[in-house]
């Protein structure tokens, strides 16, 4: 069903087109037709040379685009923006003439995208696994908490998360990463705020913050300087929830020259997150 969908046929053609081509080699290319497939020896050895071929088809298409670049487009999904934007510009420094066409969504639609073929790679956190695609890890972020510039917190090196019970809490919606990830904080350290309010975006929340609502949390790399919030590391005595980004595309696609490009900047990129110790931020 995946490989109908990615070839834009349906399942039956694809699997006639498999057996036909059994039948005229007199050869069998997977084990079983049950899943999970598994290719035979023969099937192995097609599997190996095919890639080879398209490689070499990639190659040939990218000396194509050299000369007709104004043809290169890049379609990449992404849940963090400032991920996103990077990525476009350091592709754009490679590629001249590449144009660029960004999807901002949450982590599920993201990754849906890119498994409908809506986009040719995308930036996702914490994405499910899936066979045909190459996972590169970007960086890893933890929790920073945010504050007006006027509050008392703002003032210390680092906020004590047992001081949440004092707090107005600004939260995301329902299925945002963060939301989870200080739900599951909430847990583990026992401590709930003194009430919680909801305004879903980033954005929003960054008003409210600044307007003195309240206070919330940001991973780190959303933590956008605003001369009107403080960034602070957060002191508790269990590990904070910590997030992964990836940069993910189609694995067949791996030996084109601008997934390897993106490939070899995603590898620079990455970082482990930041210490509790971090230094805060305005």
């Known amino acids: 069903m995946q490989a109908a969908r990615r070839l834009h046929l349906s399942q039956p053609t694809v699997s006639k087109q498999l057996k036909a081509l059994e039948e005229r080699y007199r050869i069998s290319l997977f084990l079983s037709r049950t899943p999970p497939l598994k290719l035979t020896p023969a099937g192995e050895a097609l599997f190996r040379e095919a890639n080879q071929l398209f490689s070499s088809v990639d190659n040939v298409e990218q000396i194509l685009e050299d000369d007709q670049s104004d043809r290169l487009l890049l379609r990449l999904g992404s849940d963090t923006p400032p991920l996103a934007a990077r990525l476009a510009h350091e592709m754009k420094i490679a590629f001249p003439r590449l144009h660029c066409q960004v999807r901002i969504e949450n982590a599920r639609d993201t990754f849906e995208l890119l498994r409908s073929g809506q986009c040719d790679m995308a930036i996702v956190t914490d994405p499910p ?33 047992r001081g949440l019970a004092d707090e107005s809490l600004l939260m995301r919606e329902t299925w945002s990463r963060t939301r989870t990830a200080i739900q599951r904080l909430f847990t583990d350290v026992d401590v709930m705020p003194r009430d919680i309010q909801d305004l879903h975006t980033r954005e929003t929340i960054r008003e409210a913050i600044a307007l003195g609502m309240g206070m919330s949390f940001f991973f780190s790399i959303e933590c956008a300087p605003d001369p009107r919030i403080v960034y602070l590391p957060i002191r508790t005595e269990v590990p904070l929830p910590a997030i992964h980004y990836y940069l993910i595309s189609v694995i067949d696609k791996r030996h084109h020259p601008m997934f390897r490009r993106a490939t070899d900047i995603a590898k620079a990129w990455y970082a482990p997150a930041a210490a509790p110790e971090l230094q805060r931020q305005h």
């Open 129 to 161: 696994v899936h066979p045909n695609f190459q996972y590169v890890p970007i960086r890893e972020d933890r929790l920073m908490a945010a504050f007006p510039t006027d509050h008392p917190a703002a003032r210390l090196p680092a906020f004590d998360i």
